[in-house]
C-alpha cells in the first residue's frame, strides 16, 4: 500500500495531498499563497494509485483485501474548487492514467487484466468507450506526450495502442522483452 504522498495536477494550479484519510485540495496558482479548497474523505485512498491530467484527477482505491478490485474515482477542478467528481465501482485495478489533455483515463481492469478507455469530456459522466485486450497482468500504463499513443506493460511485454479513434484504439506494436540481470 501507498504511504502519504502529494502531487501537483498538469495545470499547474492545484495540488493534492494523499492520507490514510481521504484527499486534500489545495490551489497553488499563487505558490507563495497556497490555499487548502476542501477535502474529500476516503479511509483507503493511500491504498490505491493516483494520477492527474489537465485539471483532473483519478485514484483506484482497494474495495477490500478479499478480491483484487477497486473503486474510480475521478475529480474535475477549476479555480478553487472541485466542480465535478464521480465513482465507478468496482469498475479497476490498481494501474491508471489520465491523458495530458484531462479528456480520456485509461484504467486497468480487475487483476490488472485488460484496460478501459474514458471519456471524461464530462467528468461528471464518465462513459467508456472501448475496452482493450492486453497482456496479462499489467504493471504501467502512460500516455504519449501529445495523447496519440498509449502504452501498457507487464514484466515481459510492452503494448503500444493508436488512439486516433479513441473508441476504437488499434494496436501498433507488442515488444516482447526480457528483464536485464543486475
Known sequence: PRTDLAGVLPDGQHAVIITAQGLQWWDIADPAHPARIGSSPMATANKGSGTGGGNLFAETDQLDDLCDCSKLDIFSLSGRHVTSSATLSGQAGGQLAVSNDGQLVASAGTGGNGLTLWDLRDASRPRALATLQTVPTITGI?????????????EQTLQLWNLHDPASPAMVASIAFQAQPS
Open 142 to 154: 502512460t500516455f504519449s506526450p501529445n495523447d496519440g499513443l498509449l502504452a501498457d506493460w507487464n
